[in-house]
């Protein structure tokens, strides 16, 4: 009888602990798993080499790149110059705040770092407005309640969905880094890029490229949105 009552009590418990467990687990989102396929890792190139890269992602709930289940403007590469490559290991795995939220948002589907697109390039708008308070208000208005007729005549929507402070981090961020010679930005899994430094006189150093990609939650709750980088480093010969 004993017995009996043990294996029942025993069946119970395990079933009460094993039943959470299962319920956080259908709810689980895992990581993106996020890979530069080219160029290949520690190669050296010329510089000023224009190259193809090719950037692979797999999400277990949102899908593979391979198959475009994966939207081409989500997946993020920066390449950044480096006059001394091992100084790489000093530089930040996370993304900046102001990074972060815009790649989370659709700033780069209308505007490029550096680039033409239909919105001036943030190259230009940092260029147009040196970083200081007063910039930054102003342009993070115009983020929040959108702009046009500054650089023509297409517009940009309003942003209800981001919070005052979130639109001065994203500008700060722009107005700190747009201007940087030796940073760029690219969207997509696939395209062409151009090896270039802040000097052209300088003929040695290494070239950053991180490839990021941001899931989106377990049942499309991007509030458990998790990130992926991958990283790999090109020599200059
Ligand atoms: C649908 C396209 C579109 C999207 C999305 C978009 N922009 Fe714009 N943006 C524009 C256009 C077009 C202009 C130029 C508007 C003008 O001439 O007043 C502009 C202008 C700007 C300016 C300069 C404003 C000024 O007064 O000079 C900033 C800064 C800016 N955008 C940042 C952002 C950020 C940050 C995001 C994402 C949160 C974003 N944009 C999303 C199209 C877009």
Redesign the pocket.
């Known amino acids: 009888m004993l017995r009996t009552i043990c294996s029942f009590l025993f069946v119970v418990i395990a079933w009460c602990t094993v039943e959470p467990i299962d319920a956080i687990a259908q709810q689980e989102n895992n990581p993106p798993v996020v890979k530069i396929l080219d160029p290949i890792n520690k190669s050296s190139y010329d510089l000023n080499s224009q190259m193809r890269y090719r950037i692979k992602v797999s999400d277990k709930e949102d899908g593979e790149s391979e198959y475009d289940e994966i939207a081409g403007n989500e997946v993020f590469l920066e390449v950044r110059y480096l006059l001394d490559a091992a100084k790489v290991s000093m530089l930040s795995k996370i993304d900046p705040k102001g990074l972060e939220l815009?790649k989370k948002?659709?700033?780069f589907?209308?505007?490029a770092f550096n680039g033409k697109l239909?919105?001036?390039s943030f190259t230009e708008?940092g260029k147009?407005y040196p970083q200081n308070a007063s910039n930054i208000e102003r342009?993070a208005k115009?983020?929040l309640e959108g702009?046009?007729?500054?650089?023509?005549s297409?517009?940009?929507?309003t942003?209800p969905e981001?919070s005052v402070q979130e639109s001065r981090d994203?500008?700060s961020w722009?107005l700190e880094n747009a201007q940087n010679p030796d940073l760029n930005y690219y969207t997509g899994t696939e395209g062409s890029i151009k090896l270039k430094s802040r000097d052209g006189s300088v003929q040695k150093g290494a070239f950053m490229l991180s490839a990021t990609y941001s899931d989106h939650g377990a049942k499309n709750s991007s509030k458990q949105s998790l990130t992926t980088k991958d990283v790999i480093l090109l020599y200059v010969k």
């Open positions: 815009m948002s659709n700033c589907n209308c505007h239909i919105a001036p708008i147009r342009l115009r983020v702009s046009t007729g500054v650089w023509g297409a517009s940009m929507p942003h981001l994203i500008i722009i």
